[in-house]
């Protein structure tokens, strides 16, 4: 009997459910969009639209992966992030609305006084040539952001994964900004030079092995480990980073960093030696992001 459009999304939604996979429609929306390449609109103005056996096999194995926990991105390979569209595979952390946080935080830097110098008597312009450094990039989210905003910027991202560097660089690529970022392998800053950044940026992992039950199965169980746990208290990484960044960074460079708030006051404690340590919270009030300057 020929499938409807409309049944097929029906039946998905019933199945997601039972499933128990959150906020079933959207998720059966965006999966038959992924499946057909189309938009949501389409199913309005085709309702009766019949799939083809191809399509039904190919909605029926999207909808089983997501019905396991798969992430969808992971099934659909896309996640938007700034404006833009990038690839996502289980190699790298997906992209969260959070992270956009760091980005402000950095802009909002950029455009203070600070971020000011006269280049000549009654003359006033941005600084020019900020170097800033993308620690544990994944998908490349924050240097390609950044990268995007701040065209005079010279940029650099790290990775300790080859896999995700991959995936950073296709990104690049696609959004046309690898002529604007560095890659390097590497774990955290080794290899870089003291006293040569004006920012350090970074979303690293920060959950404890001891939260594990309190992560949601499907970011437990499918996005890379190493790229949500940081050892038993959650700062073990971010406590490395914070040694190796007060040297990287010149003097009154800024460190920022996406934290949770479980972590929040401990990672004060460990930036007690730097100037001007605030703690920025998320939509939700959540402490979210962190950022500290290292002394003139």
């Given at each position: 009997?020929?499938?409807?459009?409309?049944?097929?999304?029906?039946?998905?939604?019933?199945?997601?459910?039972?499933?128990?996979?959150?906020?079933?429609?959207?998720?059966?929306?965006?999966?038959?969009?992924?499946?057909?390449?189309?938009?949501?609109?389409?199913?309005?103005?085709?309702?009766?639209?019949?799939?083809?056996?191809?399509?039904?096999?190919?909605?029926?194995?999207?909808?089983?992966?997501?019905?396991?926990?798969?992430?969808?991105?992971?099934?659909?390979?896309?996640?938007?992030?700034?404006?833009?569209?990038?690839?996502?595979?289980?190699?790298?952390?997906?992209?969260?609305?959070?992270?956009?946080?760091?980005?402000?935080?950095?802009?909002?830097?950029?455009?203070?006084?600070?971020?000011?110098?006269?280049?000549?008597?009654?003359?006033?312009?941005?600084?020019?040539?900020?170097?800033?450094?993308?620690?544990?990039?994944?998908?490349?989210?924050?240097?390609?952001?950044?990268?995007?905003?701040l065209k005079d910027a010279e940029i650099y991202a790290t990775d300790i994964s080859a896999a995700a560097l991959e995936i950073a660089r296709i990104n690049a690529v696609r959004n046309q900004l690898e002529s604007r970022i560095q890659f390097r392998e590497g774990d955290l800053l080794a290899g870089f030079e003291n006293n040569s950044f004006d920012f350090i940026v970074s979303n690293p992992p920060y959950v404890g092995e001891s939260e594990a039950d309190d992560v949601q199965l499907e970011v437990r169980k499918f996005e890379p480990r190493n790229a949500v746990f940081a050892g038993p208290k959650?700062?073990?990484?971010?406590?490395?980073?914070?040694?190796?960044?007060?040297?990287?960074?010149?003097?009154?460079?800024?460190?920022?960093?996406?934290?949770?708030?479980?972590?929040?006051?401990?990672?004060?404690?460990?930036?007690?030696?730097?100037?001007?340590?605030?703690?920025?919270?998320?939509?939700?009030?959540?402490?979210?992001?962190?950022?500290?300057?290292?002394?003139?």
């Open positions: 009997m020929p499938l409807q459009l409309k049944d097929a999304l029906a039946g998905a939604v019933a199945r997601l459910t039972a499933a128990n996979v959150p906020s079933p429609r959207m998720n059966a929306e965006l999966l038959l969009t992924f499946t057909l390449d189309c938009d949501r609109a389409y199913f309005f103005a085709h309702p009766e639209r019949v799939l083809t056996q191809d399509e039904i096999v190919r909605y029926d194995h999207a909808l089983a992966e997501r019905s396991r926990g798969v992430p969808a991105q992971y099934i659909t390979g896309h996640q938007e992030f700034w404006g833009m569209d990038l690839i996502v595979t289980p190699a790298v952390l997906i992209p969260r609305p959070e992270t956009e946080h760091v980005i402000e935080a950095v802009l909002e830097l950029r455009e203070s006084a600070s971020g000011f110098r006269r280049s000549a008597p009654g003359s006033q312009k941005p600084e020019a040539g900020s170097r800033i450094l993308d620690v544990g990039t994944g998908s490349g989210c924050i240097a390609l952001a950044l990268a995007k905003e959650g700062v073990e990484v971010i406590e490395r980073m914070i040694l190796q960044a007060h040297a990287a960074l010149k003097a009154g460079g800024w460190l920022v960093m996406e934290i949770s708030g479980t972590i929040a006051e401990e990672v004060r404690s460990l930036l007690r030696d730097w100037n001007e340590v605030s703690i920025r919270p998320d939509l939700q009030s959540i402490p979210r992001v962190v950022q500290a300057r290292k002394s003139l």
